[in-house]
C-alpha cells in the first residue's frame, strides 16, 4: 500500500491553485530559492527518499524587494513518462515565495538506461528561473538497487590529483575558523551513474545540527552558491566552500546530497540525502570585529522610575557579517541615572541590547554608551531623555476590548485607555498605539494625548483579512492590550453548494462521504489550499478557524481554498452519524461570519477522484499493477487489475467512526453492493475497502475486460445498490485510458 498513500492525497488537494491578485510591484527576478538539485530513487530499497520535497521560488522586484501576491507559472520537461506537476499556476505569499511539487511517476531501469532529469520552469512576469530534479532508476536486475554512486572526491586524489585539492569527509573530522570565513580546501562531492557518467545539477549543502540562535553554523558559500546549496557541474563535481557563522562554539553538521536542507538544527528530523551523510565536527571561533553601529532605540523618553519603550539596539559586523558572541559593555551618564544591564552579548544576528529604566531622581538628558570589549572602535552614544513628573502607576483599557468587525469595516467602539498616577492626574502624557500583525488594521493614528481624566483613545478599521489582531497601548513603561478579531462577512450558500467530494456532482452527498461547499465566502483570502497538518490519518474539525457542521455534528476537514473550478471550497468528510433525508441542515462557520441551509443526504452518492491528465482532461485516478498512474503514455491494459479511489459507498463493515480509519490490520468493506462498470458493461470487482490511510475514501479493486474497447477516455463509473432497494445510485461517468 506504500506506494498508493499520495495518491488520494493530491486528489484531496481541492484542485489546481487559482492565480493570484495583481501585485503593485513588477516580479523582475525569480530565484530557485530551495528544492533545486533534489534526487530520488523511487521504488530502490537502500534509498531514503522516495518522493520529491517542494520546490521554492523567491520573486523579487528590480530593487530586490520580495513581490507577494505575484502569479507564477509552472511547466515542466523531461522526467518520467507519467510524472506531473501538482499545479502549473500559484501565488507568493507576503514574502515573495511560492511553492510547487513535482510527483515522480516508477520507472525501471537496466544497465544502460540508469536515471531521468526533470526540468522545471517557473515564471513571474517577464522573469523566470529553472530547477533540476534527477530521479535514479532502481535496477530490477541487481536487486533494486540504485545506480546512482556519490564520492567524496577527496578520496579520489590519488588517482586523480587533478580533482584537488579537496577537505577529507571522515566522521569525526573538525573544521574550525572565525565566523564570517570561510574553511579551505573546499568540500568536494561527485556524482556518477553506474556507467560512470557525470550527473549534473544535483544539490549538494550542509546540515547544522544545532540551530543558528544557540549554536555554531556552516553553510555552502561561494559565487555558486544559493541560499546554502551548490549544484553538481558538468563533471559531476559540485564544490562547497564552508562559511562559518551562528553563535561561537562547537557543534555537528552533515553534508548532504541531493536533499532539500534547512538549517532548523534538529538532529532528529534531519532531511533526507540520496545516501551520503558523514557527521563532522564544527569549531567556530568570534570573528573579527570591523563595525560598531547603533541600529535603533535613540532619542526616546520616558517618565522618571520608567523604563523606555524599545530597548537600546547595537551591532557587530565582520568582514563576513554579522559577528555573534561578541561582548558590549554599557554606561550611564549621569551616573545613577538609569539602570540597565552592564554587558550583553551579540545574537546570531550580530546585534546586541539592552533595557533602560530610569531611576526616580533622573532628569533631562541621560546618555546610555555601549562599548564593543577588546575592540579600539568607536562606542555608539544613545541619548535619552528622562521626565521629572507623576509617578504613573498604571494603564488599563477602559472599553472598546473584545470586539467584532466584518472586514474592511469600521469597530463599533473606539478603544479607550485611562492612564493613572499615584501623585495626580496625569494630563497630556503621550500614549502609542500599535497593531499586530502589522497591516492587519488602520488605525485613526498611532499616538493620542490623555486628557484631563488621563483618558487617551484610538479608533480602528479593520483590514481585508479575516484574522485576529492585537492592539497595544503603551505609556510610561505601562501597557494595556486589546483583543480584537477581524471576520469574513460570511459564506454565501445555496443547494447547488454542495457537491460531492471526488466527481463533484451536485447534492451527491452521503453520510461518510467525502463532500464539498463551494461558494463565495467559504474560503476568503486564501490565495492557494490550506491542508491539515498531516492529510494521513485523522481529519480535523476545525481549520483555518473554519468548521462545517451537519445537524449540528462537526465534519472532518480535508483542506480548503480555491478549488478545480476557480472557486472557493471547503472539501470535507460528511459525519456517518448523519441520518440520510431530504432537508438535512448544514451551518458553514468561518470566524465569526456563519450561514445554514438545509439539503438532501442521500444513503449512498458514489463519486469517482479523477486527475488532470496531459490531454487536459479529468480522468479516474487508477493505479496500474506495477505501481504507476494509469495516463495517456500509460495507459492500462486489457486483463489487468487497477486500482481507483472513490467516496459515497455507504457505511463500512465494521463501521468505522466519523474521522477515523479501520483498524490497523482490518479491512473494512461496503455494508451496499458495489458495482463498477466500463464502456457500457460490468467489471469483475476483486475487492472494496476502505484506505488505511485517508477518511472516508475507499479503494476498489477490478479487472479490466479483455473485450473492453481501447482508448484514451473509455467511460468508467461506480454505482451502489442499498440494502433493501431496486435501483443503483450511480457516481458520474469518468474515463481510464485503456490500451
Not at 562554539?249 to 538549517?263: I, L, R, Y
Not at 501597557?479 to 480584537?484: E, V
Request: hydrophobic share 40%; proline share 8%; charged share 5%.
Amino acid at each position: 500500500m506504500n506506494r498508493f498513500r499520495f495518491i488520494p492525497a493530491a486528489v484531496l488537494l481541492v484542485g489546481s491553485l487559482a492565480a493570484g491578485v495583481a501585485s503593485a510591484q513588477t516580479p523582475a527576478n525569480v530565484i530557485a530559492w530551495s528544492g533545486n538539485g533534489q534526487m530520488i530513487c523511487l521504488g530502490c530499497f537502500n534509498s531514503l527518499s522516495a518522493s520529491f520535497q517542494a520546490i521554492t521560488v523567491l520573486v523579487t522586484d528590480a530593487s530586490g524587494n520580495p513581490v507577494p501576491s505575484a502569479t507564477v507559472n509552472w511547466s515542466a520537461s523531461g522526467g518520467t513518462a507519467g510524472s506531473q506537476l501538482l499545479t502549473t499556476q500559484t501565488t507568493t505569499d507576503g514574502n515573495g515565495m511560492s511553492s510547487n511539487v513535482f510527483v515522480p511517476a516508477y520507472t525501471q531501469g537496466s544497465a544502460v538506461i540508469t536515471y531521468a532529469q526533470a526540468t522545471i520552469t517557473a515564471t513571474s512576469g517577464n522573469a523566470g528561473t529553472t530547477f533540476t530534479l534527477t530521479q535514479g532508476f532502481p535496477n530490477v536486475f541487481n536487486g533494486y538497487t540504485g545506480s546512482i554512486v556519490v564520492y567524496d572526491v577527496s578520496q579520489l586524489l590519488a588517482q586523480h590529483p587533478e580533482l584537488g585539492p579537496a577537505q577529507p569527509l571522515f566522521t569525526g573530522t573538525t573544521i574550525s575558523g572565525q565566523s564570517g570565513t570561510t574553511w579551505s580546501p573546499p568540500i568536494k562531492i561527485r556524482v556518477l551513474d553506474t556507467n560512470g557518467a557525470a550527473i549534473p545539477n544535483v544539490a549538494v549543502n550542509i546540515y547544522n545540527l544545532q540551530p543558528a540562535s544557540s549554536g555554531p553554523t556552516v553553510q555552502c558559500g561561494g559565487a555558486n552558491a544559493v541560499n546554502g546549496t551548490v549544484l553538481t557541474d558538468a563533471t559531476g563535481i559540485a564544490v562547497c566552500n564552508p562559511v562559518f557563522g551562528g553563535t561561537p562554539g562547537s557543534g555537528k553538521f552533515d553534508v548532504m546530497v541531493g536533499a532539500v536542507v534547512s538549517n532548523a538544527g534538529d538532529p532528529n528530523n534531519i532531511p533526507q540525502s540520496i545516501g551520503f551523510g558523514y557527521q563532522l565536527n564544527l569549531n567556530v571561533t568570534p570573528g573579527a570585529p570591523s563595525s560598531f553601529t547603533l541600529v535603533s532605540g535613540n532619542n526616546q523618553s520616558a517618565q522618571a522610575g520608567q523604563s523606555l519603550a524599545s530597548p537600546l539596539v547595537v551591532n557587530v559586523a565582520g568582514s563576513g557579517g554579522a559577528l555573534a558572541g561578541q561582548t558590549v559593555n554599557w554606561s550611564v551618564t549621569p551616573s545613577g541615572a538609569a539602570i540597565l544591564n552592564s554587558s550583553s552579548t551579540t545574537d546570531s544576528n550580530g546585534n546586541a541590547s539592552n533595557t533602560v529604566v530610569f531611576t526616580s531622581s533622573a532628569s533631562g538628558t541621560v546618555q546610555i554608551k555601549a562599548t564593543l570589549a577588546g575592540s579600539s572602535l568607536t562606542p555608539v552614544t544613545f541619548t535619552t531623555t528622562a521626565i521629572p513628573n507623576l509617578t504613573i502607576t498604571g494603564l488599563s483599557v477602559v472599553s472598546g476590548n473584545n470586539q467584532l468587525a466584518i472586514v474592511g469595516t469600521a469597530f463599533p467602539a473606539p478603544l479607550v485607555v485611562k492612564l493613572t498616577a499615584s501623585n495626580g492626574t496625569p494630563t497630556g502624557y503621550t500614549v502609542n498605539f500599535s497593531v499586530s500583525p502589522s497591516g492587519s488594521a488602520t488605525l485613526s493614528s498611532s499616538t493620542a494625548t490623555t486628557d484631563s481624566s488621563g483618558n487617551a483613545q484610538v479608533t480602528v478599521t479593520a483590514g481585508t483579512t479575516a484574522e485576529a489582531i492585537t492592539v497595544t497601548a503603551t505609556a510610561a513603561g505601562q501597557t494595556a492590550t486589546f483583543n480584537l478579531t477581524i471576520s469574513p462577512p460570511g459564506p454565501t450558500l445555496t443547494a447547488t453548494s454542495f457537491v460531492n467530494g471526488a466527481d463533484l456532482q451536485r447534492g451527491a452527498l452521503a453520510p461518510c462521504g467525502i463532500g464539498a461547499v463551494i461558494a463565495s465566502g467559504v474560503a476568503p483570502s486564501v490565495q492557494n489550499v490550506i491542508l491539515p497538518s498531516s492529510v494521513i490519518g485523522p481529519l480535523p474539525t476545525t481549520l483555518n478557524n473554519t468548521q462545517v457542521l451537519v445537524n449540528g455534528t462537526a465534519a472532518p476537514i480535508a483542506g480548503l481554498g480555491i478549488g478545480l473550478t476557480g472557486q472557493q471550497q471547503i472539501t470535507f468528510q460528511v459525519p456517518c452519524e448523519t441520518t440520510p433525508g431530504s432537508s438535512v441542515p448544514f451551518t458553514v462557520n468561518v470566524g465569526a461570519g456563519t450561514a445554514s441551509i438545509s439539503i438532501p443526504v442521500q444513503t449512498a452518492a458514489p463519486g469517482v477522484f479523477t486527475t488532470l491528465l496531459s490531454d487536459n482532461s479529468l480522468h479516474a485516478v487508477a493505479i496500474r499493477p506495477d505501481g504507476s498512474f494509469a495516463t495517456i503514455q500509460n495507459p492500462a491494459r486489457r486483463g489487468e487489475t487497477v486500482v481507483a479511489f472513490v467516496t459515497g459507498l455507504g457505511p463500512s463493515s465494521p463501521a468505522v467512526p466519523t474521522g477515523a480509519l479501520p483498524p490497523p490490520g482490518i479491512n473494512a468493506i461496503p455494508q451496499y453492493q458495489v458495482v463498477a462498470g466500463m464502456a457500457g458493461g460490468g467489471v469483475p470487482l476483486i475487492s472494496t475497502i476502505l484506505s488505511p490511510d485517508r477518511v472516508g475514501v475507499w479503494m476498489l479493486t477490478f479487472q479490466i475486460p479483455a473485450s473492453v474497447s481501447t482508448g484514451n477516455s473509455v467511460p468508467f463509473s461506480v454505482s451502489v445498490i442499498p440494502t433493501g432497494a431496486s435501483s443503483p445510485i450511480s457516481s458520474g461517468t469518468t474515463s481510464i485510458p485503456v490500451q
